[in-house]
Structure formats: structure tokens, C-alpha cells
């Protein structure tokens, strides 16, 4: 069984790595396609329309995919004793990913709120928004890297 695990561990984390890859694209462009669409569209206008299809296409058919391959990968490694939960890098960076979760599923909200018409904020929202995931992903990189703690 050892064997399995030690011969797996490169292409699990492999798989992580792209999944990650792919997650954090989406988790960039979509707040960016909310700008545009809260600064450019009319809701029911054919610009309103393509930037739906666009927005869902990106959250179900790439981000929600890559979200879920990144925590099944993850949760494996963890599983593989990958972090150590006596150190307090393990545990921040365990702590970005929930929250970089949320972030996702308040996004996929939002994509809803455009798609019934009903979005109430502006680009501005939208553009902080699009920071976060940023800082969030440079905690976890830092954590996982440079382990400073």
C-alpha cells in the first residue's frame, strides 16, 4: 500500500497544482467580468446576455471543477501527512483556502444576483473584490513555501 501512496504522491500533487492553477484564473477573471458587466450592461441588453453566459460558463464549467479537484487533491496530501499541524503555517494556510472557498461561493452569489437582474452593486465592489483572492493566494504560497511560522 506504501508502494501505491509513494508512486501516486507526484501526480496527486500535479493534479493539485493545475487544479489550483485553473481555480485562481477563474477566481481573477470573474470579479473582472463583474466590473465590466456592472459598469457596461443593461440588464436584459444582448450585453447583459453574453456577459451571463460568459460569467457561467466560467464559474461551472472551469472554476467549480477546479475548486473541487483542489480540495479532493488537497485533502489526499493532507491525508499523505503533507502538513504538519504542530506548525502554525499549516493551519493559516488551511485557514486561506476555507476562506478562499468563501470567497468563491460569495462570487458564484453575485453571478446569480447579474443573472436574475437583481445585482445592486457597482465596479468599484467588484474591483475590491477582485483583491482578494490576490492576498489570498500569496498567504497560501508563503505558507506553503516559506513556512514562516
Not at 64 to 85: E, K, R, Y
Request: glycine share 6%.
Amino acid at each position: 500500500m506504501q508502494d501505491i501512496l509513494i508512486g501516486t504522491y507526484p501526480w496527486i500533487k500535479a493534479l493539485h497544482i493545475a487544479a489550483v492553477i485553473s481555480w485562481m484564473a477563474g477566481m481573477f477573471y470573474l470579479p473582472r467580468l463583474f466590473v465590466y458587466h456592472a459598469e457596461r450592461a443593461t440588464p436584459g441588453s444582448e450585453l447583459d446576455k453574453t456577459f451571463q453566459v460568459m460569467e457561467y460558463k466560467l464559474l461551472r464549467v472551469i472554476m467549480n471543477p477546479a475548486m473541487i479537484v483542489t480540495w479532493i487533491c488537497g485533502l489526499i496530501l493532507i491525508g499523505m501527512g503533507m502538513m504538519d499541524f504542530g506548525s502554525i503555517w499549516s493551519w493559516t494556510k488551511l485557514l486561506a483556502v476555507v476562506l478562499m472557498t468563501v470567497s468563491h461561493m460569495w462570487l458564484a452569489k453575485r453571478r446569480k444576483e447579474f443573472a436574475n437582474g437583481t445585482n445592486t452593486r457597482d465596479g468599484r465592489a467588484y474591483r475590491i473584490a477582485n483583491e482578494v483572492p490576490t492576498v489570498l493566494m500569496l498567504i497560501i504560497v508563503v505558507m506553503v513555501i516559506v513556512r514562516p511560522f
